[in-house]
């Protein structure tokens, strides 16, 4: 399937007693996109928002586009949806690019995801009732540690996200960071012949480009089998 459009998703942060906490929200448990899994805040990017950002939406502009042709209409998007599904208003300039994520061929709504960084304003969450149940700042470690005992149900950005952020102690190593750093493009595949285990592999794995498995080389994956999750990078 065709990418069908742009996504935003806000990776919110703050210093908390136990070190660099994230903010999680978990969707509805039986209706919905992402049904029972804890997100960060983010959402489509609709055409008001390529207004706001005084861009060209994509269905307008006949020849070919780069993604990042798109991110001032996701930093805006990434505002709003953030504002609407928590209450928390963020100033646009906040935000700092992380990656940018493409779903695998087979998933059934491809949209290419920007993921911000940005440190979490004051003020008291209002989650949108229609979209979302329950709420939780968490250490990456302790999100991690939830999803692999089965009481947190996590989607594999998230997931991965979370695995790169254990590294840094404090919201100013994270963004210091993320200003000095090009954002990484995660062009999900799925490998096959690794039954009962799901494996997503990006570039720099050496079985990225092949169907099949089991070569020795470069590992650039996320292998799931029921909770057991495990990202390898090597």
């Given at each position: 399937?065709?990418?069908v459009g742009t996504a935003a998703t806000?990776?919110?942060l703050r210093d908390g007693k136990s070190g660099l906490e994230v903010l999680l929200l978990e969707r509805p448990r039986h209706t919905g996109t992402f049904a029972g899994a804890w997100v960060f805040p983010g959402g489509r990017v609709d055409p008001e928002d390529y207004d706001a950002a005084g861009s060209v939406p994509p269905d307008l502009q006949a020849e070919p586009r780069s993604?990042?042709?798109?991110l001032p209409?996701?930093?805006i998007a990434g505002v709003r949806e953030t504002v609407e599904e928590t209450g928390l208003v963020l100033a646009p300039d906040s935000l700092v690019e992380l990656s940018c994520w493409v779903p695998p061929l087979q998933a059934p709504k491809r949209l290419r995801?920007?993921?911000f960084l940005a440190p979490a304003p004051a003020g008291?969450?209002?989650l949108n009732p229609g979209e979302l149940i329950d709420y939780a700042w968490l250490t990456p470690a302790d999100a991690l540690q939830l999803h692999r005992g089965g009481k947190m149900l996590l989607v594999a950005p998230t997931f991965v996200t979370l695995t790169l952020l254990q590294q840094f102690q404090d919201v100013?190593?994270?963004l210091e960071h993320a200003a000095g750093a090009v954002p990484e493009t995660f062009s999900s595949r799925l490998l096959d012949g690794y039954e009962p285990d799901a494996v997503i592999a990006w570039h720099g794995d050496e079985e990225y480009p092949a169907d099949d498995a089991r070569q020795p080389g470069n590992r650039h994956r996320l292998v799931m089998?029921?909770?057991d999750w495990r990202y390898e990078r090597t």
């Open positions: 399937m065709t990418l806000v990776v919110l993604p990042e042709a798109d209409a996701a930093r995801t920007w993921f008291d969450i209002r100013a190593a994270v089998r029921g909770s």
